[in-house]
């Protein structure tokens, strides 16, 4: 694996998101001085908080799998993710809702998944199912281990025997197809590919290795931090600083100081920080920006779809709501045609309808709920453009309002005390490109080894991390990218080290082991 090549004691992270901490803790582990310089005045990135009337508001993910992940970060400085961090497993880590009227509860226990697929279809059905699961458990090890914790200098670290191993679990195939190889019923399939909504690619074109993020929703299960998401970035922030992170809030960086092909200094506004090495997490645009250099592609890049986010402070709630919601309309390869290649919204819309106030009370005032639609749109390279957003997004307010009670969320509208909305044109007012906070799209020629690389030709010093390098979009895997851009810099080997497994499952707060099936 090539590295960041001469002294690089003093490290300084941009960005306080989670990328950047995971990177700043990784570093602290391995000896490193760190710098983290934040525009915000206070961590979390994109995994911000927004408070509106006592409502406190998770304006970034949602859904946090894989914390085995989180445990690794914090036991990189000798923490736990137990004294941090009280995580609630979901049960259900969602409840589907189909325009028919039919619902399932996706559990990530087995014999409880299994029984609920055998009511909801059939016993033939949940069979497939549990076939279904121990391919996702065989793919994810394959994929984890060679092709997702790694870095990649050359395509050609892809001929390795689990690349064999993989094409034979079918990994190659087309997602849909694969799936619907143990799971006939067209509700079940989606189930375990509505992932790709984010992802940016139909299921029908999908790689069916792509799978692996069903794996980390319904295998290896969905939790909730209490206090919200927003307390992950809090507390790994804590944990920086307690290690030694010398964390500078409201800096925002504006160029780089350089000589010859090494980073010498960042420059804020009103400071100059020498260093050794530096870590970029904005995105891509802005990093190359900074680095003075766009890395030439054979293929434009091509960006995920966007997402309008519809937070609402209610003085009710539906009982039939789960913590997480999947509303799917009728409609659903339409769907992704009007979102990746019409560019239209969506004229049947499955949301997601997150109520963490159903898990944390005290994230809204006595009396009052939570709830967070999210609605896929497309991105605005190819669908409305963030000027047309600011007039669009009254009347999409309404359209989903008028979805939700249609869907049975009776009086939806009447409950609303505080809301706030978030569109593309936000998300490109934080200067996320083509309006959209899932960065690019997980197309073949942007996975693994064809995805922008962590270091950039041109400079041998700094490394980028988040969503839009190496390995992906998610909390998991942006996660993994700070640990990668950490390795870049310290040497240390790519790869789970089991470390991370051991931390999580004896968190007392999990309340369960938090890999199954001997993963």
Excluded at 191 to 209: E, K
């Amino acid at each position: 694996m090539n590295g960041v090549p001469g002294r690089c004691d003093h490290v300084v992270v941009v960005g306080a998101g989670l990328a950047g901490l995971s990177a700043a803790l990784h570093l602290l582990g391995a000896g490193r001085r760190v710098t983290v310089l934040e525009s915000a005045q206070g961590p979390g990135g994109r995994a911000g908080r927004a408070e509106r009337s006592g409502h406190l508001i998770d304006t970034g993910p949602t859904v946090l799998t894989m914390p085995e992940l989180v445990a690794d970060a914090f036991a990189a400085v000798g923490d736990r993710l137990g004294d941090r961090i009280d995580l609630v497993p979901l049960h259900p880590a969602y409840r589907a809702r189909f325009a028919d009227g039919s619902r399932l509860d996706v559990h990530s226990d087995p014999e409880a998944m299994a029984a609920e697929v055998a009511r909801f279809a059939s016993p033939e059905a949940a069979d497939g199912y549990l076939r279904l699961r121990d391919w996702l458990r065989r793919l994810y090890r394959i994929q984890m281990r060679r092709f997702i914790d790694a870095n990649f200098d050359t395509p050609l670290q892809l001929l390795h025997p689990d690349l064999a191993r993989l094409a034979a679990l079918g990994g190659f195939g087309r997602l849909d197809a694969r799936i619907a190889r143990f799971v006939s019923d067209e509700r079940l399939r989606r189930v375990f590919t509505f992932q790709a909504l984010y992802a940016g690619v139909p299921p029908q074109r999908a790689l069916a290795a792509y799978a692996v993020i069903s794996y980390m929703d319904t295998v290896a299960g969905v939790f909730f931090p209490r206090g919200g998401m927003h307390a992950l970035p809090r507390a790994m922030a804590a944990a920086a600083r307690d290690a030694g992170a010398d964390l500078r809030y409201g800096r925002r960086v504006r160029s780089l100081e350089r000589s010859g092909q090494r980073v010498t200094a960042v420059l804020t506004d009103d400071e100059r920080v020498p260093c050794d090495a530096v870590v970029l997490t904005p995105d891509l645009p802005t990093s190359y920006h900074l680095l003075g250099h766009r890395p030439r592609r054979p293929l434009a890049l091509r960006h995920a779809p966007s997402a309008v986010v519809l937070h609402l402070g209610t003085d009710r709630t539906w009982p039939q709501l789960a913590h997480h919601t999947l509303s799917f309309g009728a409609s659903w390869q339409r769907t992704f045609r009007e979102l990746t290649r019409q560019g239209r919204l969506m004229s049947d819309p499955s949301l997601l309808i997150s109520r963490p106030t159903a898990t944390d009370p005290a994230l809204a005032p006595p009396g009052r709920h939570l709830h967070y639609v999210l609605a896929p749109c497309p991105n605005t390279a190819i669908g409305p453009s963030a000027r047309q957003w600011r007039d669009l997004a009254p009347g999409y307010r309404d359209v989903l309002l008028g979805h939700l009670e249609r869907r049975g969320l009776s009086g939806i509208a009447g409950s609303v005390r505080d809301e706030l909305m978030v569109t593309p044109a936000d998300w490109s007012a934080q200067g996320l490109a083509a309006g959209t906070p899932f960065s690019l799209a997980h197309t073949f020629a942007q996975t693994g080894p064809f995805r922008p690389r962590n270091l950039v030709r041109g400079t041998d010093n700094a490394v980028l991390a988040g969503c839009g390098t190496t390995p992906g979009v998610g909390v998991p895997t942006v996660l993994l990218s700070g640990k990668l851009a950490a390795a870049r810099i310290t040497g240390a080997p790519s790869g789970t080290t089991g470390r991370a497994s051991r931390t999580a499952a004896r968190t007392p707060t999990a309340g369960r082991p938090l890999a199954h099936d001997g993963t």
